[in-house]
């Protein structure tokens, strides 16, 4: 079992950058695929960006394509996501998410997918 906790949410104004990071617990971090999520205010869980096990491949989702990047350091079992330009549409609590790559059928957009998930942060962009 692998547990997450996300911190470095935070308000912003339009424009600014922050940096989530997701730490994990347990020794097999690396066999995890990781992904970030978002949710904001009356609205479905949204896909936001995910990273393979191995920090080979990543996804974006549309609306950050180009402003946010996921990477991870396994060796620091933590998962980061660098926002940058953020927009007040950004808005939401941003929840990590973890699964087994051994599980295969990496369905990384879906959040049905995803097995183990953190308690959120909330990031707030003003304008």
């Known amino acids: 079992q692998v547990q997450l906790v996300e911190s470095g949410g935070g308000l912003v104004q339009a424009g600014d950058s922050l940096r989530l990071s997701c730490a994990a617990s347990g020794p097999t971090f690396s066999r995890y695929h990781m992904g970030w999520f978002r949710q904001a205010p009356g609205k479905e869980h949204e896909f936001v960006a995910a990273?393979?096990?191995?920090?080979?491949?990543?996804y974006y989702a549309d609306s950050v394509k180009g402003r946010f990047t996921i990477s991870r350091d396994n060796a620091k079992n933590t998962m980061y996501l660098q926002m940058n330009s953020l927009k007040p549409e950004d808005t939401a609590v941003y929840y990590c998410?973890?699964?087994?790559?051994?599980?295969?059928?990496?369905?990384?957009?879906?959040?049905?997918?995803?097995?183990?998930w953190g308690q959120g942060t909330q990031v707030t962009v003003s304008s």
């Open positions: 990273i393979s096990w191995g920090g080979g491949t990543t």
């Open positions: 998410a973890a699964k087994n790559a051994l599980y295969g059928n990496w369905r990384y957009h879906e959040y049905d997918y995803w097995g183990h």
